[in-house]
């Protein structure tokens, strides 16, 4: 091994961290850091600064100020810059980047030049053995499905023993039902070996199935981090809210210690600090339930079939909407007058035209 591949922390920290493109702000100002063995996602629209965040971390790029530590050592700054191939970090591409040429086994086996041709077997049929792959070594990559090479691009990165592993959108060229099948697989692998995963993904359910904390990027800026659970139930801003899942927002007034909206009164939350006295509550479908009720308050106005779900789309007496999913089992037609139960715990109030949450 080679450089900071040998032992040590697998920790990822970024002070500060700045990429300028010209006139554009790929990324400003980035401070975060990621603990050792954690799966941790790098979630936002395209353009946002994921990849260039990716490839700053892994020396593919140079920041223009800031730093960037792995384990205790600084391996970018305004002074230092520590190489690529020194960092101990793996690196999966979302087109696999195999070697054509080259069988199966000499792909995993391209990143161990320096070992011992006898620990190189034993490596390889190693990982072949980890992703599955076991008796196809002989194999070239256009002999391969979709998910296999992605399977041999796993293993051609975790084969020198990186301590952390970028993955960028590895998954997003392959169908449903295989992309679930392989984020599942890729997870357990990283688990039972503790490395450091970071992957920068657009799929909300990518990185929420995956990662044991989110952080969410818009326009080179860190809009929140946290679990999936507090970045879904929790959004620090109306773009976040927007983002992750659909929300509906509504209008509202704070009087004594209540958000009034409508039909609705909401205790406030405690910890919700608000400047103004006009809100935007925001509401999630899968928190909003109804029962058909001819002298109910709302209409739905349509439905949608999505399988598993219906989304109904409900129009209040203000002429706002909602909406809120049922069991598809659950088949309501539009025109039905409904009275609806919003679950008061998940509405999330913002100070009306601001970005952040109270």
Known sequence: MTGMQAGGSARVELHQVSRFFGEVKAVCDLTFSIDEGEFFSLLGPSGCGKTTTLRLIAGLDRPDRGTVTIGEQVVANSRVWVAPEKRGIGIVFQDYALFPHMTVYQNIAFGLKGYPRTEIGKRVAEMLT??????????????????????????RSLAPSPRVILLDEPFSNLDADLREELRIETRRILKERGTTAILVTHDQEEAFSLSDRVGVL?????????TPAEVYHRPSSRFVADFVGKADFVSGVIEEGKVLSGIWVFPLNREQTIAGRDVDLMIRPDDVDFVVDAGGHATITDARFLGASIMYKLQLPDGSVIHSVKPSTDVIP????VQIKVDAAHVVVFQKDAGRAS
């Open 218 to 226: 818009n326009q080179g800026k860190l809009e929140q981090v946290g």
């Open 130 to 155: 980890v992703v599955g792959l076991a008796g196809l070594g002989e194999r070239y990559p256009h002999e391969l499905s979709g998910g296999q090479c992605q399977r041999v691009a796993l293993a």
């Open 334 to 337: 539009p025109g039905t007058r």
